[in-house]
């Protein structure tokens, strides 16, 4: 289980999540921004293309597409995106 601090112009919360069952991702967001709860579950369970590295070659790379939460390595990579697309912060 992991859990990490997140933060939107002085708004925080904290989203805690682990590998469930199948591999689906479970998490929780706690938090007494109603927005910032939204824009980040609204972006953890979008549907996206994934670029995923099939070796230390600049262009060589595969397209996944998939649901955030479909799988650990997707719900990680979409952390990584989160301030970029929503302007939230994650607190590693």
Known sequence: MAKIGLNRLGSVGTLTYKE???KKVDYQIESKDGE???DA???L???RTFKI???NEEDDYREDVAIPTD???YFE???STLYAETGIKVEW
Do not use: F
């Open 53 to 55: 590295p099939e070796s």
């Open 41 to 43: 579950e609204t972006y």
């Open 71 to 73: 799988e650990l390595t």
């Open 77 to 79: 990579l979409a952390l």
């Open 20 to 22: 469930g069952d199948n």
């Open 36 to 38: 910032l709860t939204k």
């Open 45 to 47: 369970e979008a549907k």
